[in-house]
T-cell receptor
Framework: DTGVSQNPRHKITKRGQNVTFRCDPI?????LYWYRQTLGQGPEFLTY????????KSRLLSDRFSAERPKGSFSTLEIQRTEQGDSAMYLC??????????????FGPGTRLTVL | DAKTTQPTSMDCAEGRAANLPCNHS???????VYWYRQIHSQGPQYIIH???NNETNEMASLIITEDRKSSTLILPHATLRDTAVYYC????????????FGAGTTVTVRA
């Protein structure tokens, strides 16, 4: 399977703990996006990378959230001191970075976080 | 970003065409209309997009009105596997732009 993969698929943690999620994009894609989705709502943009550079961050990404893409390949999203309001599905997407071409975003299956 | 309005839910009979409306009355002249869908417990999946002309691919057809203030996604022969939430998104012509999802339309295809 050469699609976007995310690990873990499910994570249950206690309030105050730190969690880290991983996203492996499609291999030739140089753009990577993180979204968050709460129950009954559409996904909300969190942040976006072009290769290893983090180019845009949503105001939803509080200082407890940090995302990295160290070698321009996989990405991690860490949430420190989790709160119950962080419970959501965290989605990763990737796309080609060809100039002048409208690049479709391919989504992974998501990581469902439950904070107790 | 231009706002879109979609019905909350709709039912469709298996084998029949499903017509999903979307209003985007504040769309700018260079903004595209995109459709994605999300099957339960999966990430969103791209369906189709268009600017002014009607578009068709192997999944669906997109009809955009002449004034571009609304569009309709057509699933020509709905199957049970088309049951999903369908999102209509208006997007600027930047290929790195984030997608702004609304609540979408929950489509249930019934046998």
């Amino acid at each position: 399977d050469t699609g976007v993969s995310q690990n873990p698929r499910h994570k249950i943690t206690k309030r105050g703990q730190n969690v880290t999620f991983r996203c492996d994009p499609i291999s030739e894609h140089n753009r990577l996006y993180w979204y968050r989705q709460t129950l009954g709502q559409g996904p909300e943009f969190l942040t976006y990378f072009q290769n290893e550079a983090q180019l845009e961050k949503s105001r939803l990404l509080s200082d407890r959230f940090s995302a990295e893409r160290p070698k321009g390949s996989f990405s991690t999203l860490e949430i420190q001191r989790t709160e119950q309001g962080d419970s959501a599905m965290y989605l990763c997407a990737s796309s080609l970075g060809l100039a002048g071409v409208d690049n479709e975003q391919f989504f992974g299956p998501g990581t469902r976080l439950t904070v107790l | 970003d231009a706002k879109t309005t979609q019905p909350t839910s709709m039912d469709c009979a298996e084998g029949r065409a499903a017509n999903l409306p979307c209003n985007h009355s504040t769309i700018s002249g260079n903004e595209y209309v995109y459709w994605y869908r999300q099957i339960h417990s999966q990430g969103p999946q791209y369906i189709i997009h268009g600017l002014k002309n009607n578009e068709t691919n192997e999944m669906a057809s997109l009809i955009i009105t002449e004034d571009r203030k609304s569009s309709t996604l057509i699933l020509p022969h709905a199957t049970l596997r088309d049951t999903a939430v369908y999102y209509c998104i208006v997007r600027p012509p930047r290929n790195d732009y984030k997608l702004s999802f609304g609540a979408g339309t929950t489509v249930t295809v019934r046998a």
